[in-house]
RNA sequence: GGCGCAUUCGUCUAGUGGCUAGGACACAGCCCUCUCAAGGCUGGUGCACGGGUUCGAUCCCCGUAUGCGCUGCCA
């Protein structure tokens, strides 16, 4: 049947994807898994074909992190391409003569340009309705240009003749395309050929409501893969931003999303990125991570900031690690969380060091460490009973002494459990740490 | 300027011609607790404005304002 769906993400090669585009892939990917159809990835590369390579390279990396794979396309291969519109001359030769046998071009100064039909174009987008464009005055729509004096061509014309070739049947895209869709569909009449639907999304925003460019915070897709993101947490999180359960879900499965999806459901109003909502997100997914992938990411984080696992056994890592585990939301705040496990030159918080390395708590130190010097066994639940009974002994509350040893042993005022914390790190480094802080008083 | 699209808490959203307009993030307070996190409870802020239509509009229509997009030999 020719009424299969088949859909395309067409980015331009970059450098980076940025979080727009991703969305823009996401929603393409919703449709396709939804209906069964296809989707098609190509480069959009007219202008310079220089850097393709690498670029593209930085497209596909970005989409797999998102678990968004293409049926066709650069490194999928399929019976559409060359996927690559530099690689694509011909066809657009082709095209161009076809628009020179109906007369529909004509030579400005070196340029190509398409002459326009002074009519009205409907456009009946799937999400934004029924919209009449006014083409009749050339004033206020000149001709466009198709192809520059240099030979390359302009998007627009690249665009609609590969969605064409490709068979495209949904151009799911960004909102920004919307007033440019009559002049694509001008140019599908003088092809004679079929319009797809079009879909137009609304655009991605910063929190201020300014449009997200390159610079801003969040806007590539790589601040999430590098600063420690779940890549199902930020797919989930784009997955909200322009569609809707409708019943209050925010973490959601993906299969759930597919199941539910549909172009008629998508808002048509822009939405702001909210790094916080995405990061508590996030927490949620690492929260209910497997312990073995927990281990290997949380692994993955500590190396990358430089710290040699390969010297702990990995007995001590992994039990270390445990700990730390349901109290952070994205992995780059690990190291920092849990460094004084595999350091013993930590630093120390200067508000804890004010408010509890303080006169009176010298006496309480000196009196946990003696208790837990005098301990057999040197496990949580001993441990735990050891400072407890101190604290009864003192006359004190267990917080007057758990604070001063917690900064002593970890130079943080908070952080994983204490006294499973003091078990891993043993009562060797325990009493040397307390030792340490003992002489900052 | 012209054309197009949009407008529910700060943000993402649910919602209906008649409801105390719901949820989430963030924020504040309390509880829990060895800290933090999580969890529980509580709190505050919202239907952009002005006209209609209607017995009644957040919801329907028209304007205004604001935002965004297009208006390129960018994509």
């Known amino acids: 049947m020719s009424s299969a769906v088949r859909v395309r993400f067409a980015p331009s090669p970059t450098g980076y994807l940025h979080i727009g585009g991703a969305r823009t892939a996401l929603f393409n990917w919703l449709y396709a898994k939804h209906t069964g159809g296809t989707l098609v990835l190509r480069v959009e590369d ?23 794979d293409w049926d066709e396309g650069p490194e999928a291969g399929g019976n559409f391409g060359p996927y690559f519109q530099s690689e694509r001359e011909a066809v657009y030769q082709n095209y161009l003569d076809k628009l020179r046998a109906t007369d529909r071009v004509y030579d400005d100064a070196g340029s190509i340009r398409f002459r326009f039909a002074r009519e009205k174009v409907v456009v009946d987008d799937v999400i934004c309705g029924r919209i009449e464009f006014d083409m009749t005055s050339p004033e206020t729509n000149p001709d466009m240009t198709i192809r520059r004096p240099d030979g390359s061509w302009i998007f627009h014309f690249v665009n609609v003749v590969d969605d064409i070739e490709m068979k495209i049947s949904h151009v799911i895209r960004g909102e920004d395309h919307l007033s440019n869709t009559p002049k694509h569909v001008q140019l599908y009449r003088a092809f004679e050929a079929a319009p797809p639907r079009f879909a137009h999304i609304p655009l991605i925003l910063n929190k201020d409501g300014s449009k997200m460019s390159k610079r801003d915070q969040g806007a590539s897709i790589n601040t999430y893969i590098d600063g420690g993101y779940l890549p199902e947490a930020v797919r989930n999180y784009l997955c909200l931003l322009g569609w809707s359960p409708k019943d209050n879900r925010e973490k959601i499965e993906i299969e759930e999303v597919v199941r539910l999806f549909d172009l008629e459901k998508v808002h048509r109003k822009n939405a702001s990125f909210d790094l916080d909502k995405c990061t508590w997100l996030n927490g949620e997914y690492v929260r209910e991570l497997s312990d073995d992938r927990f281990q290997k990411l949380a692994r993955q984080a500590l190396e990358r900031t430089g710290v040699d696992l390969s010297f702990f056994p990995p007995e001590y890592v992994r039990a270390a690690l445990e700990t730390c585990k349901g109290k952070f939301k994205i992995f780059s705040e690990l190291p920092a969380y849990c460094g004084f496990y595999f350091n013993d030159e930590f630093e120390f918080n ?3 060091l004010a408010k509890h390395f303080v006169p009176e708590n010298k006496g309480r130190l000196v009196a946990v460490r003696e208790a837990f010097a005098a301990l057999a066994h040197f496990d949580a639940a001993t441990l735990e009973a050891a400072l407890k009974a101190t604290a009864a002994q003192l006359d004190v509350k267990v917080g007057a002494l758990v604070h001063p040893t917690r900064l002593a042993v970890t130079g943080s005022n908070a952080g994983p459990s204490l006294y499973h914390l003091l078990e891993i790190l043993g009562k060797e480094k325990v009493l040397a740490r307390i030792d340490g802080a003992l002489r900052r008083f």
Request: aromatic share 8%; no cysteine.
């Open 350 to 352: 200067p508000e804890g």
């Open 46 to 68: 007219t202008d310079r074909a220089r850097n393709t390579e690498e670029a593209a390279r930085a497209l596909y990396v970005g989409l797999r992190w998102l678990g968004l």
